[in-house]
């Protein structure tokens, strides 16, 4: 179980909110796949860009891993944690969400602009 310290925001809180907030669950055995679902929402009015990062990147497929958000729409955010092998007793992963508002070049350039050409 990893717990809401381990999902954070980067000095972004008025930006977004997610959920679970009690954080995500990955229970053993982890020999095998194991998924969970995040919802990031944008709680401002002006577009934002978000990027997830973890600790353990070959660890995890993270679908989408980066995004843009309207003011006031929501992602689901699939957060999968792949087969280990061996199996690890006790991960210690850690996931960070970054998020920043779009310049006015940016929503301007919108929906054409993608969200990996703005990280």
Sequence with gaps: FFSPSVIHMANN?????????EGLCFPPPFDRSIENILHIKNEGNKPITYKIKTTAPTAYH??????????????????TLRPQTPPDATPNHKFQIEARPLTGDEVARL?????DQLW
């Design 62 to 79: 993270v679908k989408p891993r980066m995004g843009i958000l309207i003011a006031g729409e929501t992602a689901k955010v699939r957060i």
């Design 13 to 21: 809180s008025a930006l977004l909110s997610y959920t679970p907030r």
């Design 111 to 115: 929906p054409v602009v993608q969200a």
